[in-house]
């Protein structure tokens, strides 16, 4: 006879064979590819792989001197590189169906409670990066390129190359973008226990120090995109601690959470 004081596992009798879970993970990328192509049909029609890059170099040709414009070193860049930047875009503009995909794939296999931290940091990381990525794009570049062409000697012509500048682009968005999920590592370090939160408050200190270190290694040597960088971290650092404190309250396990309550109850 089953012991009525214990409680049933929610998720008993919900595994599936192996096999099962590879066909539904084939199924769940098979759509997720397909979104990305839909999204690229759709911008490879409007505005077109050539509108997208000028959409992206705007921020440099902007800063460069009247007349100048990007050049192509190589004889399949003025084709491959439009057409990276389109996948990028495609990718970008069709993230919340994928991640939806990989939610729907793992959270059959969550408890209630980790589905409260799960989906909740899934958006929030996402659109954390796309904040980033934003900053970067329509503050960052801007000042960095004047910046560094108030420097250049008035006697050469400043051409930068279209798929060297695609490089440092896509190198800056990823740096700037996970620089904003700052928040998000500091709420998982805290929720899984690994510190704590008044020990997340003791490093602001060290952590403003690092972030100047990683803005000086990531970014090009010039004082703007560090402290473009550097800034922001330290701000959604203290985001990230204000954040872990409701997380660690309202996704508490039913165990933890009537642990809590025996002990303060006692």
């Known amino acids: 006879m089953p012991d009525p004081n214990t409680k049933e596992d929610e998720l008993a009798g919900t595994e599936q064979p192996f096999v099962e879970h ?3 993970l084939r199924d769940r990328l098979i759509k997720a590819v397909v979104a990305i192509g839909v999204v690229a049909a759709v911008l490879a029609v409007w505005p077109g792989p050539g509108a997208l890059y000028d959409l992206l170099a ?3 040709v902007a800063a460069l001197p009247a007349g100048a414009t990007l050049i192509a070193t190589s004889v399949i860049s003025p084709f491959l590189v439009p057409l990276k930047i389109l996948l ?3 990718f970008m503009i069709a993230l919340p169906v994928v991640l939806y995909q990989v939610w729907a794939f793992v959270a059959p296999g969550l408890y209630s409670h980790e589905k409260k931290l799960v989906m909740p940091l899934v958006i929030s990381s996402t659109l954390l990066f796309l904040i980033g990525v934003a900053f970067c794009y329509y503050f960052v570049f801007g000042q960095v390129f004047k910046f560094i062409q108030s420097f250049a000697p008035k006697s050469i012509t400043a051409a930068p190359d279209i798929e060297a500048y695609l490089g440092f682009a ?3 968005f990823l740096a700037f973008g996970l620089a904003f ?3 998000i590592a500091v709420v998982v370090l805290a929720r899984v226990g690994i510190v704590t939160v008044d020990k997340l408050k003791s490093f602001r200190g060290y952590f403003i120090v690092v972030a100047f270190v990683v803005a000086a290694i990531v970014t090009p040597p010039d004082v703007v995109s560090q402290l473009a960088l550097a800034i922001p971290m330290c701000i959604l650092y203290e985001v990230g601690i204000w954040a872990a404190q409701l997380f660690i309250k309202h996704t508490k ?3 933890e959470a009537q642990a809590e309550t025996s002990g303060n109850g006692s």
């Open 22 to 24: 590879l066909m539904e």
């Open 58 to 60: 705007a921020p440099l």
């Open 88 to 90: 990028m875009a495609a």
């Open 170 to 172: 896509l190198s800056m």
């Open 181 to 183: 999920e700052v928040p």
């Open 253 to 255: 396990a039913p165990e």
